[in-house]
């Protein structure tokens, strides 16, 4: 291998690496997004003394938020669980 060809696989090697370190950055911040907005969510439904219509609208706008992030509008949404 040359040195030139050395460079080329060097520059590549990196922007490889950097690629995959903005990739796990983003992730992280889409993780921490979720944890907040689910905390958000379960306030809005179990933790208010008197929920109404504006907290209907707030968690659509929070389930529209989510699905522009992960494109599951029911990310946050409890799953059922099946025992056996």
């Known amino acids: 291998m040359t040195k030139a060809e050395n460079r080329a696989a060097a520059k590549v090697w990196r922007e490889y690496r950097r690629q995959q ?49 992960t494109g599951d509008r029911s990310a946050l949404h409890a799953r059922s669980s099946s025992i056996g």
């Open 21 to 69: 370190r903005r990739d796990a950055e983003r992730a992280a911040d889409v993780a921490a997004d979720l944890a907040e907005l689910d905390r958000l969510r379960r306030y809005l439904i179990f933790g208010r003394r008197a929920p109404g219509a504006d907290a209907e609208k707030l968690c659509s706008a929070i389930d529209d938020y989510v699905e522009q992030l």
